[in-house]
Structures are given as structure tokens and as C-alpha cells.
């Protein structure tokens, strides 16, 4: 069966109305899972698996990656309003999108991400069905000195992610590589920076560093600031809550950035959608005609991250369904399910099961409009919760987070951890030091470090690979060349005052 | 019947007559938690699932049961927490070797797996020593030969240091002297797609894990990580069949109670399982996974447990691992 006839085939297996009917819910299921933070995908498709045994294979499979993508779309919700990731997915998104909201854009934001996610989801789907085999080969090419070569990459992004002073920014991201670095070691079992404490030992898990750093900070400064009586303004009127023609235009690009580098980071095991939303942040900025108005609420750098987790789930179902990988935790779970029902993913499911293969793939193009369907209604629906007043939101607000970090554990420890964590971001906030390092050198630590031992490892301690592989070596150059920027910037400076000074 | 059950229960509360002397048996009165240290959808999450959605199609017990997902510190999150439950008959827990790997290794895990109430073992998972199709090693004696030429240039990729595959790596070296080394991913995808990716050279993996690769002529086997020869790869030789003789290390699940728990509550959930096993869900369930349903009761799991882990002990400290138990 070739692409277009197996996709014909699985729209006619999508289209049957048990099967819309769960694509609906999952997809409505996903939305609600990716609003609320603590609660993930994971969780709630490990919690209806049982639920789903009763169910045909196609509509049960269907609904349970509608959750998976679903909670991308929702995600970036409470990012917006609140500065609060409901998902590790969208914490980029909280950067411009919440500087949007504080602008009185909320609407638009909201608009532009629902869009934003729609295009690069459907962009993803469309490049999984096209390219999975192709693409899927070259995510095997991937080898260690490439990880590392790309976390670096993505770490060099910290110059684009730093305000005025760079030192300080790169203080954040120590503090966030040595976060990271806290929990047992993978390579020895060893456990480091513990502290005798043993709900250290896994680590510390990224939302409640996400929600305290970003949401409850956030909170503390604003109670400081007494006169507000309202979080943020919200003007009435239609056209203040759906995105303007002008800033739809200035994400032209970034809907075609996010789709591709979303896509892409999605098919290599084990980088996550996190990674591929900083990453298509950081292109964004590099390639803007106006880079300082980053993190100043500009609609592109909303679009950019947003649209990357979500062409994301496209790129991670590659290595699931064509090889049998899962490259994170919600794959590895849909894995799982796939096997209990009695489908084998791996090289032979498109030839032995393609009522699954090709009716999951067309109900994610079905998935994706139902999404935007239901997400575009909600927008103004969910602008009004700004105007609650400060007295209750706040309230909310804190209730919110700590229920989200215990529920990620279910350990009192953690909302302890919350609340240094908030504590450390006001701080920070206050003296002057970005945040979003922090969380870029969580993100990063832990898979950079694996990444360069296991070089070392593999090539007996010679760094030499690095440098040989292509690849590698490519990414490594770019990383370096984008370091450099900000001394461009300087030498720029100092030629313009010389100029201006000889005149 | 059931009237005067609730109502005896009701009146038993109300006069605060302590039940249980009264009561022969022991019988659940709440929902059974289980203790899982995995999240929602690891191996242990489904193997859990699993026992729950028999013992419900079975009406094996008399109230509900729900897993408790306590990840964290590997084992440590999810023992301590069954540590606190301490006398408790509504809670237990599934345990696998990294219950019996981590208190060595770990200062703070202080909660070992001796000190719980041992229920069961359900069940023993093989493992395949796999290579990759277009590997120049047909054999396992292949493998070993190269190795021996080169030391150190042939790599595996596994998980954790403390996890089966190194120890059974350490003791193929020192059964033959051919040493190869080990490089960890966190993950199974990963270490899978490092070895089709053609980055490192073997895996020993489950087989459940590799059956797709291997159906679909991508990887190959050079031995089974077993007692007797899998049905389903039973051209592939065992360890011992090829040549090479290592003490067998099983990796295992079972069930285990809190510390101090009632005779009467540990004999309930050893019948509880000991009918599980029985049942034809059970059997497919061992069948699709290729686990190898060696049960063993209550008695026989605390023998095999504090023999096993003076075992394992001694492959962590030949391998370098600094034990501190």
C-alpha cells in the first residue's frame, strides 16, 4: 500500500463515527490534561489504559494519542495567563506569551498559540506520513557526540535568553546545569548533592523548578506591588481577544521555523519537546530584524516555541510506530498500550496493521482541526479569568501550584521544594537576573552530560569524534558562532563610537 | 448477607469492639493499595495493572484495587513509603532487583527489601544477548573472541551500572576474560536505537523488548539470558550452550507486604496470588511478555531474597560499585 492509498484507507478507518467520537474525547480529554499543571499525558493515559482493553484497537489508540497531543494544545493556557506551564512542553511559551498577556493581548496570545499549534501539528502529522521511513534513519544516525553537539547548541542559546547583562544570565544557567545535576548518578549509581535526603535521589522534577520559578515568582512580585488591584488588564471588545492581521503576519515565519525544528528535535529519542521549543525560540530571535523585543510579549516568539511542541508529537510517533522506540514517557507508554491490545509497533506495523498505522495517522489531521475548533471558542472564555480580582486569583493561583507539584510525586517534600523554588525566582526577578537560563540549563544539564560521557566512553576518552562527525562537529561551529554574538554586538559598538567619535 | 455484614461492621464500630481477634481470617475490609515504584505505564505500573484487572475479572478479592505510583531515587521512594505503612493489611507493594540493588549502593535508601513482609515471586523475565543483523559476529564465541583481541572496543549499551546487564557483562568477563565496555542510556528507547543506529555492538535486553527487531530480521540472537531455551527463539542457544558458564542472575517481580504485618494478612495475599498465577489471563499475560512464571510462596521468596541479595552484593563489588551495605 503506498502513502496516499494507505491514508485514503485510514481516513475511511477515522471517519467512522465510534472512531470521530473518540478522537473528540481524547482530543477534549488532552486539553483539559494540558491546562491543569502536575497532571500530564503520561499520567492520564497510563490511568484510562485499562478502561481502553475493552475498546476496538483503532478508536482506543486514537483517543489516547488525542490526549497526547491534545495536552500540547492546552498547555500553553496557563503559560499565557498565569505564567504557569501546564506542561514541561510549553514553559518556553510562558516567555512572550505571558509578556503578551501583561501587554493586554491575552486574547491574541491565546489566538496565536491555538493557531500556531494547529499549523505545525498539522505540518507534523503531514511529514509523518510522508517522510517517517526516510526520517527515521537518519534519527538512527544520531549517535552520542550528536546529542552532545546539539545540547550544546541548544545551551549557546542562553546569550538570545539573557537580558542586558550576560554575566548574570550565565549564573542562571549554572544554577540551572547544577540543578540538574542533583539525584543519582546513571553511570556509577552514585548520588550527588543529595544531601542524605532520599526524595533527592531521582532529582528534582522539572515542573515544580518550572512553577516555582516562573508562576509563584511571578506572584511575589506582584503581591509587592500593592497598588494593582487586577493582574493584568483585559480590554473588552471582540477584537482585542483574536490576534491582528499584523501579528499574525510577523508569524509567518515562525509557524514554518517551529513545524520544522519541532518536527525534527521530535524523531531524535530522547530530546524531548522541551528542547525542540527552546531551540526554535532561540532561531527565532537569532533571525529576527528586531531580537531585543524578545521577551517583550512579540507574538512570533510565542508562535515559534508553541508550534514546535506540537509538530513534536508528529516527529516522536516516527521511532514509535516505524521502529518501535518510544524516545520519551508518554511514548513509552502508548508503546505499552499498543502491545496489550496485540499490535506490534516496530519495523513491520505499516504492512501487518495498517487499519492502525494509517487510521491513527488520519485521525491526527482530523485530531488537529477538532483541536482548533474547540481551542479558538475557548480563548475569550479563558481571557476573562484575568479579570478576577488579585484576592482570589493569587489564592488560586498558589492553590494550583501546590496541588500540581504534589501531585507529580505525591510527596510533601516537593511543595516544600515549590516554595524555594518560588522564593529563589523572586529573588532572582528582584535583583535583576533572568530566569529563563535557569530552566534552560535544567533542561539541558542532565542529557548534555550523558551525552558527552557516553561520547567518552564510546571513543575510549578521545574528543577527537566530536570534531570528526559531520554533524556534530556542524552543530558544535553554530554553537560557537552564536556565543560569539553578543562580542559582535560590542565590536559593533565600540567601531560605531570610534566613527562617531573621529566625526 | 451482606446487610449483616455492613451491619455488623456499623455496630462493631460503634462499640469500638476490636474486630480482628474476633475474626479467624483475615479478610479486606478497604481498597488494597499497591505500591508501585515505577509511573503510570513503566514495566512494574502494567505489571501491577495487570494483577489488578485479574483479580477483578476473577473476583479474586472482595474489595477494589488501586497501584500507588511512588517514583523516585529508583526503589527508595516507593520502599520507604511501604515502610511507613508498617503493620498495615490494605497495602503492598511489587518489588524487582533494584529493591535489593539500591540499599547496597545507597546511603539513604534505608528501608531493604529483607526487612519487608516477602508475599510471592511472580515471575522471572528472560533476556537476549542480541547484535545487530549486519554484525561480523555470528556467534556468541565470535563476540568473545573479538573481545579478547581488542579489549575495551566492543560496547554495549544498557542501563544503570547496578542493572542486570552489566552484572551479567561482568561475569561473562570474568568466566572468559573477554572484556567489553558499558555505556548507560536512561531510557530503552535509547539504548535500542544506539544499537540499530549501529553506535554500540550488543544489548541484553528482555526479550519483549526486542521481538519486533528480531521478527523483522533487523537484530540478531547469540544466546538467551536463560535457564532452558525460549519457544519462540529456539534456534538461539543459552548461555550455557554456548559455551559459557555464569551463575544465573534472574531478574525478578514479586510482591512483598510492610514490615510487621499479620500472619494472617501475608497468608491472605500469598492465596490471593497464588491464584492469580492460575488463571488463563495470567498465563497470556507471561506469554505475550516471554516472562517465565516461576512462582514461588511466601516461605521460599524470603530465602530466595536474602540469599540472592548476599549474591548480588558480591557481583556489585567485583564490579567495582562501591557497596555500602
Known sequence: MDTFSGLLHGFSVAFQPANLFWCFVGCFLGTIVGILPGLGPAATIAMLLPLTFQMDPSGGIIMLCGIYYGAKYGGSTTSILLNMPGEASSVVSCLDGYQMARKGRAGAALGIAAIASFIAGTVGVVALTVVAPPIAAFALSFSSPEYFALMCLGLSLVVLLTGPSLVKGLLSLLIGLWLASIGTDLFTAQSRFTFGRSELLGGIEFMIVAIGVFALSEVLASIENREQTRLLPVPRGLRNLLPSWEELKACRFAFLNGSVVGFIVGVLPGAGSAIASFISYGVEKAVSRHPEKFGTGVPEGLAAPEGANNADTGGALVPLLTLGIPGGGTTAILLSALVFWGIKPGPLMITESPDIFWGLVASMYIGNVVLLILNLPLVPLFAQILRIPVYVLFPLIFGIAIVGAYSTSGQIFDVALLAIFGLLGYLMVKFGFPTAPLILGFVLGDPMERALRQSLMMSQGDFLPMLSRPLAAGMLCLAVLILLVPFLGQINRWRVRAITETV | ?325
Not at chain 2, 92 to 107: A, S
Request: proline share 6%.
Open chain 2, 1 to 325: 448477607m451482606l446487610k449483616f455484614t455492613l451491619l455488623g461492621s456499623a455496630l462493631a464500630l460503634l462499640l469500638q469492639v476490636p474486630l480482628a481477634p474476633a475474626m479467624a481470617e483475615f479478610k479486606p475490609t478497604r481498597p488494597i493499595e499497591i505500591v508501585v515504584h515505577g509511573g503510570p505505564g513503566s514495566g512494574n505500573d502494567l505489571f501491577a495493572r495487570s494483577i489488578i484487572a485479574i483479580v477483578e475479572q476473577e473476583k479474586l478479592a472482595p474489595v477494589r484495587m488501586q497501584v500507588a505510583n511512588k517514583p523516585g531515587g529508583g526503589s527508595t521512594t516507593a520502599s520507604a513509603y511501604l515502610a511507613s505503612k508498617k503493620g498495615d493489611p490494605h497495602t503492598i507493594g511489587v518489588f524487582t532487583n533494584i529493591w535489593l540493588t539500591d540499599p547496597l549502593l545507597q546511603e539513604e535508601a534505608n528501608n531493604p527489601l529483607t526487612s519487608m513482609t516477602p508475599i510471592a515471586r511472580m515471575l522471572v523475565e528472560p533476556a537476549l544477548l542480541v547484535v545487530k543483523a549486519d554484525s561480523p559476529y555470528k556467534s556468541l564465541q565470535d563476540l568473545i573472541n573479538a573481545a579478547k583481541e581488542k579489549p575495551g572496543q566492543i560496547k554495549q549499551s544498557g542501563g544503570s551500572i547496578t542493572a542486570r546487564e552489566n552484572i551479567i557483562r561482568q561475569l561473562i568477563a570474568g568466566a572468559t576474560g573477554a572484556r567489553w565496555s558499558f555505556i548507560s542510556f536512561p531510557s530503552g528507547g535509547e539504548r535500542l536505537a544506539a544499537l540499530l543506529g549501529g553506535h554500540v555492538d550488543l544489548m541484553i535486553l528482555e526479550p519483549g523488548e526486542a521481538n519486533e527487531q528480531i521478527r523483522s530480521g533487523k537484530l540478531r540472537v547469540l544466546a538467551q539470558v536463560a535457564e532452558t531455551r525460549l519457544e519462540t527463539f529456539k534456534d538461539a542457544p543459552t548461555l550455557r550452550e554456548a559455551g559459557v558458564s555464569i551463575p544465573n542472575v534472574p531478574q525478578t517481580r514479586g510482591i512483598v507486604a510492610p514490615p510487621a504485618v499479620s500472619e494472617d494478612s501475608a497468608k491472605y495475599y500469598e492465596d490471593l496470588m497464588a491464584r492469580v498465577v492460575k488463571t488463563e489471563a495470567w498465563k497470556k499475560y507471561l506469554e505475550t511478555n516471554f516472562f517465565d512464571g516461576s512462582f514461588a510462596n511466601s516461605k521460599d521468596t524470603r530465602e530466595f531474597l536474602v540469599s540472592y541479595q548476599d549474591d548480588i552484593r558480591g557481583y556489585l563489588k567485583e564490579s567495582g560499585a562501591k557497596v555500602v551495605r
